[in-house]
């Protein structure tokens, strides 16, 4: 599974939340990779796990009430989660970065931007004022803030909300990582500012040869960037493979009914597709497939058995039997 | 389509600034300048800061040019502004100025000498004991906002107790019975870091067990350990605890510093709670920052404000305390000059001679006054919900 092209890879990464009567299974045996000079999207619907798997990368979860119940994060043939705090911070930053939703509660209100890009630099590197400010002046030129030599001693208020973007991808670029992990980068911004966020983070990722992680809900996000997909429901990998696999030749009938909700103009006058049903409880699960209750194929096995991988065709993987089964007997 | 390949323009410049660049100082200059009274505290806070100043160099060193000590008997109880009988003074005894600017007192001494030697002392009396319980808050209210959720095991706290209880049998002179509980302690630390590696994953026994039972937590021991401080009428424990130490002018300080932390704490746990739960935190620990920077780079000056404000105000109730101690006769010993004492002295002839009372009362109450009104504004404008009210 593992070639020498993999950078990270998360191998049935189990994450719970205990309370004292309850125990929500936010992430229950998710597998996904990523290889070097990749982008690879998670996506899925609130509260499919996505943030927390990506938390879980960097050892974020909170301990208790959260609980790493099983699995491994290999990181460059390191097992994350059996690394110390000690080590862990030399990885965060360094090696791996990650770029948050919010960029306005992101960035320390108290601090001038040059400051907090230099801090990212000077937890892991240890050189002089002047050297910093010319690494940080760089940085807001390789990110793509105009006149960045005025705008260092700027507070993050007085940056609009794409430019607050661009100084957090800034310091997450500081220490020239090896993958960048951005969750939902561009959920809080409007669709122009959307789009050059987006291809800013194509470009840093191909000048710099990095990896990048990105989670999102955002389909059409997707589309633009993604190498390759996981579709994530209720804490598991529904469905992986390359972008071209995923939206022209969906095989799990969530990706499918995702795809069908889309508004297009092929569907201009139609009634626009909706999934029935919601999102089951993490505390409360049902048994079997977790998609069963809301799935138009769904059989009786579906509400025993937890299905398994199936493989369709080269890495297009979907967690669905019963399609899966008629496909192939159809051939 | 064209947009998103565009991207943007790199080499774009502003030809002109997008809006007048002010400082953090000069923004808060502005909000400040529009309370009258502030500055008023603000002026007269100065003005006592370049007083004291002063007063320490005019009146301390081998030839003071105004000395707090010198005993005129054939000159006491002089009213203000009164010129010395020059006949019966030598000429080291005639003050400086050529007249007695605010009197002498029972003794002959100057009152303007005495008031300005005083005025240092309340000046470092009030500086000094906040920086301390201003340390100790920041410090305690840090530890409990931030890592309030963790527990101090069963164990943890029996070897503190022993720790604590064997310094305590030492230094009373048990010596033998509290260094054998001073060697357990160390003897306890070793063992249990010998289990801790070998028991993972072990079925331990029940003993074992409830020594490593979370206690209490960080939080509910640092709150409660405020709350019990706060039960103490805080002026009686100073009291007490002065009568025991010697009377010194450091002990003072400590020992106001020492009680008057706990609101500080307050208010720095309670902007930790909120402060810990922002992305800008979880942003700078993905950077790789360790926690002691997180807490005390990231997010201290994220919650000085209104610490800074209780620290103001802080200021003027360490002032006042410390004249009541010196009023009752247990703060800075005598032959010094304290405001408290010239007022505790002056009590005696509050009838013939009312300015040895009225001077000092009245300094002190214009520096607290003009201390709390710096306070208010200061929190006025670093509160932006409390605008607007005056």
């Known amino acids: 599974m593992a070639n020498n092209n993999t950078l990270i890879s998360v191998q049935d990464l189990k994450v719970y939340f205990r309370s004292s009567h309850e125990c929500a299974r936010a992430v229950d045996g998710v597998s996904f990779e990523v290889r070097k000079e990749e982008t690879v999207c998670l996506v899925g619907e609130s509260g499919c796990g996505k943030t927390v798997s990506a938390l879980s990368i960097l050892g974020l979860i909170p301990i208790p009430p959260g609980e790493i119940a099983g699995g491994r994060i290999l990181f460059q043939g390191k097992n994350l989660l059996e690394l110390d705090e000690e080590d862990m911070q030399k990885i965060r930053g360094n090696r791996i970065a990650m770029v948050f939703q919010e960029p306005l509660t992101s960035l320390n209100p108290v601090f001038t931007i040059e400051d907090q890009i230099g801090e990212a630099v000077r937890i892991h590197k240890n050189i002089g004022a002047g050297e910093l400010r010319d690494c940080c002046i760089k940085l807001l030129k390789d990110v793509g803030i105009p006149s960045p030599v005025q705008r260092l001693k700027d507070y993050p208020h007085q940056l609009s909300g794409g430019q607050r973007q661009r100084v957090m991808i800034a310091m997450a670029l500081a220490c020239d990582p090896d993958l960048i992990i951005a969750d939902e980068p561009t959920t809080a911004l409007d669709v122009t500012v959307q789009a050059q966020i987006l291809q800013l983070l194509k470009s840093i990722q191909k000048t710099r040869s990095m990896s990048v992680l990105y989670i999102t809900h955002d389909l059409g996000v997707v589309a633009n960037i993604a190498d390759r997909v996981y579709v994530m429901y209720s804490g598991i990998v529904t469905e992986q493979g390359n972008t071209a696999q995923i939206f022209y030749d969906a095989r799990h009938p969530y990706t499918q009914g995702l795809l069908a909700s889309l508004p297009s103009r092929s569907k201009r006058g139609k009634r626009l597709y909706s999934i029935p049903g919601t999102v089951p409880n993490p505390a409360y699960k049902p048994e079997g497939c977790p998609f069963h209750p809301r799935c138009p194929h769904a059989i009786s096995t579906c509400s025993r058995e937890h299905p398994e991988m199936c493989d369709y065709s080269k890495a297009h993987l979907a967690r669905c039997p019963v399609l899966f089964e008629s496909a192939n007997g159809y051939k | ?390």
């Open chain 2, 1 to 390: 389509m064209n947009i998103e390949e565009k991207g943007f323009n790199e080499d774009f410049q502003f030809e002109t600034p997008l809006a007048p660049k002010r400082t953090r100082l000069q923004e808060f200059w502005l909000l400040f300048r529009q309370n009258r009274l502030a500055i008023l505290g603000l002026f007269i806070f100065i003005l006592f800061f370049c007083c004291a100043i002063a007063g320490l160099f005019m009146t301390s060193g081998p030839d003071p040019l105004f000395d707090p000590a010198m005993i005129r008997l054939q000159e006491k109880l002089r009213p203000p502004l009164v010129k010395p009988n020059l006949d019966s003074l030598r000429r080291e005894e005639i003050p400086c100025l050529g007249f007695y600017l605010m009197g002498t007192d029972d003794l002959g001494r100057d009152v303007f000498a005495r008031m300005l030697q005083g005025a240092w002392v309340s000046l470092t009396v009030g500086f000094v004991a906040v920086g301390i319980s201003v340390l100790i808050g920041i410090f305690m209210g840090g530890i409990a906002g931030y890592f309030g959720q963790h527990h101090i095991r069963v164990d943890h706290v029996i070897v503190t107790f022993l720790l604590i209880s064997g310094t305590a049998l030492v230094t009373a002179h048990f010596i033998r019975f509290g260094a054998v509980l001073l060697c357990l302690t160390p003897a306890y630390i070793f063992y249990s870091f010998l289990t801790q590696n070998r028991s993972k994953g072990k079925t331990l026994p029940l003993w074992a067990k409830v020594f490593r039972k979370n206690a209490v937590s960080v939080d509910t021991l640092i709150m409660r350990i405020v709350d019990i401080m706060l039960c103490f009428p805080s002026f009686f424990l100073i009291l007490t605890v002065v009568a025991l130490l010697p009377a010194s002018i450091y002990n003072i300080m400590i020992v106001i510093g020492l009680t008057s932390w706990m609101g500080t704490t307050r208010f720095v746990r309670a902007e930790f709670l909120s402060l810990r739960e922002q992305d800008f935190v979880a942003a700078v620990k993905t950077l790789g920052a360790g926690n002691f920077r997180i807490i005390f780079r990231h997010m201290m000056p994220n919650a000085v404000a209104p610490v800074l404000v209780s620290a103001t105000i802080g200021i003027a109730t360490a002032i006042l305390t410390e004249a009541g101690l010196s009023f009752l006769g247990f703060g800075v010993p005598p032959p010094h000059a304290t405001w408290g004492n010239i007022l505790s002295d002056g009590k005696n002839f509050i009838f013939d001679a009312p300015w040895l009372t009225f001077i000092p009362g009245i300094a002190i109450l214009i520096v607290v006054l003009s201390f709390n009104l710096f306070g208010e504004g200061l929190r006025d404008v670093l509160n932006p919900k409390l605008r607007g009210r005056h």
